[in-house]
C-alpha cells in the first residue's frame, strides 16, 4: 500500500518549457488535490478533484491544468513555466466527507530557471 | 491577507518538557481545525482534528485546544521527543471539506535532547 506517490522528486525546468507532474493513490479516495507550498505561506491549492470526471480550481490557478486520469491519478500541467512556479508542490487525497484527513504524497520540488 | 496564522516560526523545547505550538485565525466562520506534522523531504501528514463544539480534543501525547471566542488554538506535546521534531501546520475550514482548508505557514518545532 504506497498511499500517495508523485513523481518527478525534482525537476528542474527552463522559462517556457512544459512538463506534467504526476499523482497517483491507491487509497480509492474519491478527491484529489494540487497544492504548493513557498516559503514563509502555508499550503495552497492550485486544483482539486472532487470525483472522477470532475475538476475545480482551487486559490491559485493561473498557469497550471489538471487532468483526473481516472480514480486513482491526477495530474498538474505547467503549459510555459515561469520562474514564479519555482516551488514545492504536493499532491494529496481523501475519501470525501466530514473532517477527513488528507493524505499527503511527498511532494515535487520545482525549480524554474 | 493570511487567514491562518502561525506567529512563531521557529521552537525550541528540551526533550522531556510541554511543547505549545499556536495557531490564530480571523475567519469567524471556520469551524473545523487539523493539525499537520510535516518531516523534511516527505509530505504532511494528519496529527489531530478538532470541530467548534468541542473546547478540547486529546490523542496520546498531543491536545489541541480551541478558543472560538479569541480565535486561537494550540497543539500541546506532552512530553517532547526527538522524533516530534518537525514543521506543523494548522489549516482551518468553515465546512469541513478538503478544498476550503486554509493552510497556515507552519512552526518549525526542535525537541532539543
Known amino acids: 500500500n504506497a498511499g500517495v506517490t508523485q513523481t518527478p522528486k525534482f525537476q528542474v525546468l527552463k522559462t517556457g518549457q512544459s512538463m506534467t507532474l504526476q499523482c497517483a493513490q491507491d487509497?480509492?479516495?474519491?478527491?484529489m488535490y494540487w497544492y504548493r507550498q513557498d516559503p514563509g505561506m502555508g499550503l495552497r491549492l492550485i486544483y482539486y478533484?472532487?470525483?472522477?470526471?470532475?475538476?475545480d480550481k482551487g486559490e491559485v490557478p493561473n498557469g497550471y491544468n489538471v487532468s483526473r486520469l481516472n480514480k486513482r491519478e491526477f495530474s498538474l500541467r505547467l503549459e510555459s513555466a515561469a520562474p514564479s512556479q519555482t516551488s514545492v508542490y504536493f499532491c494529496a487525497s481523501d475519501s470525501g466527507g466530514a473532517l477527513m484527513s488528507q493524505y499527503f504524497g511527498p511532494g515535487t520540488r520545482l525549480l524554474v530557471l | 491577507d493570511q487567514q491562518v496564522k502561525q506567529n512563531s516560526p521557529s521552537l525550541s523545547v528540551q526533550e522531556g518538557r510541554i511543547s505549545i505550538l499556536n495557531c490564530d485565525y480571523t475567519?469567524?466562520?471556520?469551524?473545523?481545525f487539523l493539525w499537520y506534522k510535516k518531516y523534511p523531504a516527505e509530505g504532511p501528514t494528519f496529527l489531530i482534528s478538532i470541530s467548534s463544539i468541542k473546547d478540547k480534543n486529546e490523542d496520546g501525547r498531543f491536545t489541541v485546544f480551541l478558543n472560538k471566542s479569541a480565535k486561537h488554538l494550540s497543539l500541546h506535546i506532552v512530553p517532547s521527543q526527538p522524533g516530534d521534531s518537525a514543521v506543523y501546520f494548522c489549516a482551518a475550514s468553515d465546512d469541513n471539506y478538503g478544498q476550503n482548508f486554509v493552510f497556515g505557514p507552519g512552526t518549525r518545532l526542535s525537541v532539543l535532547p
Open positions: 478533484s472532487a470525483s472522477e470526471g470532475t475538476t
Open positions: 475567519n469567524s466562520m471556520f469551524d473545523y
Open positions: 487509497m480509492n479516495h474519491n478527491s
